[in-house]
Nanobody
Framework: QVQLEESGGGVVTPGGSLRLSCLTS????????MAWYTQAPGKQRELLAI???????EYSDSVKGRFTISRGNARNTVHLQMNSLKLEDTGVYYC?????????????WGQGTQVTVSS
């Protein structure tokens, strides 16, 4: 029943910016952790940024100083501001929500949004 939907992808030139959004629906709890991943052609899915219920967000080395993850005002929403985009940033960007409530574990994924950085 829980669904995650990403939006905001598109085609940009190097150095450009995009703001991705992830909206969840159907959840009856606040996720402990929400994150953004990317998957480039021929590569494994890579963690880019994590926003936790407690603590500061964390970023992969490849996006530090360029990307910013943030929570929205709406319940279980998250954004990814991407600046200074590079060609290698091209890929499908996925929103992920995970957590544990008692003995119940949950792990949800969106279907992804395409980001293409091209000159």
């Amino acid at each position: 029943q829980v669904q995650l939907e990403e939006s905001g992808g598109g085609v940009v030139t190097p150095g450009g910016s995009l703001r991705l959004s992830c909206l969840t629906s159907g959840s009856r709890f606040v996720f402990d952790e929400m994150a953004w991943y990317t998957q480039a052609p021929g590569k494994q899915r890579e963690l880019l940024a994590i926003s936790r219920w407690r603590g500061q967000p964390e970023y992969s080395d490849s996006v530090k100083g360029r990307f910013t993850i943030s929570r929205g005002n709406a319940r279980n929403t998250v954004h990814l501001q991407m600046n200074s985009l590079k060609l290698e940033d091209t890929g499908v960007y996925y929103c992920n929500a995970r957590g544990t409530v008692g003995a119940h574990k949950y792990d949800y994924w969106g279907q992804g949004t395409q980001v293409t950085v091209s000159s």
